[in-house]
């Protein structure tokens, strides 16, 4: 409220000066504000301390800033001949120079952050009429060391400077600035939410026995609390609970929690050892997400679910073993877990399995998890149909992989930022790859199979490393931002198939000199080769390719495109280990680009490079020769085994000796 009052900008009503006769007097209409509402000008105003104060639907007086620069303040219990009811919110936010407040018996509410971020704050006089003291009045108040309430206050108390309800069920406030050790007296049941919250201590706490549930934010950014001891009496851990506790170095978590909550100890950097207790059930997403010096992890065989990213990026941990009670576990519990070696899972799991310390479902079809600190090449198991979302996210020690010819998806972010990775084998099953896929890798060259209909968001972009991309023509768009800062890449030629390029989809390709786009192209979005600064467009006169190109000063030149292509033969046959030739015409003879390649569907059968046919062994093979817009021809190839021959007589060197 403070900073939204000093945005607002009042109008002021036009002043009547009225000359009377015989004096001075001057008349001035009422202040309009900019809503329209006619302001009575004994609604608010600043005192000469310089507290802001307006009125109150309840008649008395709010308080809603305070420009004065005295460090220890009494609040007036009147500001012109009202109460003073309430402070605002936010109303002292920010006053770093103020040490000290006493708050007089007529406030009854305090307003949401009214003193937050008052660093120099030490200590807090509560008076006994307040009733309502609403979320983060303290927020950020570092320096404070004493919260002190009149005893006969009927909702609220304190002891030992600590802020509590009336029966003292509650702890609310725990001062941000108090050192040395403290335990919640065994009265309380819970601690609520960010009571603890930027405690600088440092401070060590014991929980009551009484307590049961520890609240959200509870301790959050209690960069201070180096121990915790969590009593038997508690259930659950609550969202956010530890968040960022980066001098706690240890946590038991007892056989009495069943949950740990969302994010509950993430970002505790400093957390080497926990102990979860025997009866949790659920560990929460991002639970202990960056506790990086955390080496080792026991998870008990009570838990059923662990959530997204559970445990991502704790760098130290070395091996994890999933127990037979877990039935729910995402992609990403192990992401960016650079130091993992091993995921290993008991062999009476009904969901999940693991061979060579990588996780899988149950029947090894889907491969959910690839230990981040695992290094070298990697072949996937013939049983694989899918890699799973960020399946080998940031397994920064891969270096190829070859994916077996059962695989038809792979995920989202499935090998995101695998620095290490610099070849793929993607058979032509896949027919689906994700957003981010191999993005930041270092592929030099890929081959998109002709299954795939799509090239997703980001799925290739920072490969810097990427100097050629094969784009089949089953691909019917290319996603936003798809070969982003490729700057390796220097030409690509988009088969006639794709209608669709989409936002950033080659932006920052600095080293991209040709792209030939063809008139099947309808879509390209304005930014689709921005900053591509030595690029010429190739494609046909009065296609969408032409009007893109002019309308963002990209050289143009005009092609004439392949219609097709054709072979001398389609079909042969020929001895194993004998080699032949095939030519392939392309058409019309002045096309612009008549580069082909060739392939073999079996090159144990057969091999061809530039036309030349090997046989390696009897059997069929076709050879396939495709053109750069997508155009193709086939021979059928097929390898016998050399015929035997009998001999018909036999005839000595010499008759006699």
Not at 409 to 422: K, P, Q
């Amino acid at each position: 409220m403070k900073n939204l009052k000093k945005s607002i900008k009042k109008i002021s009503a036009v002043s009547l000066a009225v000359l009377m006769l015989g004096g001075s007097a001057v008349a001035v209409l009422p202040e309009v504000t900019q809503s329209g509402i006619v302001a009575n000008a004994a609604s608010e105003g600043t005192t000469t301390e310089g507290f802001k104060w307006e009125e109150n639907e309840n008649g008395g007086v709010t308080i809603t800033d305070y420009t004065g620069n005295s460090s220890n303040i009494v609040i007036p219990s009147k500001i012109n001949g009202k109460s003073v009811t309430s402070i605002g919110n936010d109303a002292f936010s920010y006053c770093r120079g103020l040490k000290s407040v006493t708050i007089p018996d007529s406030v009854t509410s305090i307003g949401y952050a009214a003193f937050s971020d008052c660093t120099g704050l030490t200590s807090v006089t509560i008076g006994k009429g307040i009733t309502k003291i609403n979320n983060n009045v303290f927020h950020h108040c570092t320096g404070l060391i004493s919260i002190n309430v009149d005893k006969n206050n009927k909702n609220y108390l304190s002891e030992n400077d600590v802020l509590f309800n009336k029966d003292k069920t509650d702890l609310i406030t725990y001062p941000k600035g108090k050192k040395g050790a403290y335990k919640i007296p065994d009265s309380v049941t819970s601690i609520s939410s960010g009571a603890f919250e930027d405690c600088t201590g440092p401070i060590s706490v014991t929980i009551g026995k009484g307590v049961t549930s520890i609240g959200d934010s509870a301790f959050w950014e209690c960069k201070g609390l180096t121990s915790i001891t969590i009593p038997g009496s508690v259930k659950s851990i609550s969202d956010w609970a530890f968040y960022d506790c980066t001098g706690l170095t240890n946590v038991k978590i007892p056989d009495s929690v069943t949950s740990i909550g969302k994010h509950a100890f993430g970002g505790c950097e400093g957390l080497t050892s926990v102990t979860i207790g025997k009866s949790v059930t659920l560990i929460g997403e991002t639970s202990f997400q960056g506790c990086t010096r955390l080496t080792g992890i026991t998870i008990p065989n009570s838990v059923t679910k662990i959530g997204l990213y559970a445990f991502f990026g704790c760098t130290g941990l070395t091996s994890v073993t999933i127990p037979k009670s877990v039935t729910d576990m995402k992609n990403n519990v192990f992401a960016d877990c650079t130091g993992l070696k091993s995921i290993n899972v008991d062999k009476n799991n009904k969901n999940y399995s693991s061979k060579d310390g990588i996780l899988f479902n149950k029947d090894k079809t889907t491969l959910i998890a690839y230990p981040g600190g695992k290094k070298g090449a990697y072949t996937l198991p013939d049983s694989v149909k899918s890699i799973g979302e960020e399946a080998f996210r940031e397994c920064i020690g891969l270096t190829s992989v070859t994916i077996g010819k059962a695989v038809k998806s792979i995920g989202n972010y499935a090998f995101y930022n695998c620095t290490g990775l610099t070849k793929v084998t993607i058979p032509d099953s896949v027919t689906s790859i994700g957003d981010y896929a191999f993005s930041g890798t270092e592929l030099t060259s890929v081959t998109i199979p002709d299954g795939v209909t799509k090239i997703g968001s980001h799925t290739f972009n920072f490969c810097l490393g990427l100097t050629k991309v094969t784009i089949p023509d089953s691909v019917t768009s290319i996603g936003d931002s798809a070969f982003e800062d490729c700057a390796g890449l220097t030409s690509v030629t988009i088969p006639d198939s794709v209608t669709k390029i989409g936002s950033r989809a080659f932006y920052y390709c600095k080293g991209l000199t040709s792209v030939t786009i063809p008139e099947s192209v309808t879509s390209i979005d304005d930014s689709a080769f921005e900053d591509c600064t030595k690029l010429t467009i190739f494609g046909k006169a009065g296609s969408k390719a032409e009007t893109y190109a002019k309308r963002n000063n990209i050289p143009f030149v005009s092609i004439v495109e392949v219609t097709g292509v054709k072979l001398n033969k389609t079909s042969l046959s020929l001895e194993k280990g004998k080699t032949t030739t095939i030519k392939a015409t392309v058409n019309p003879s002045n096309a612009t680009n008549k580069s082909v390649t060739w392939t073999s569907s079996n090159n144990k059968v057969a091999t061809v490079s530039n036309g030349k046919i090997t046989a390696k062994a009897a059997g069929t093979a076709t050879i396939t020769v495709k053109t750069a817009n997508g155009k193709k021809a086939t021979c059928k190839v097929t390898v016998k085994n050399p015929k035997t021959v009998n001999p018909t007589s036999v005839k000595l060197s010499k008759t006699s000796v």
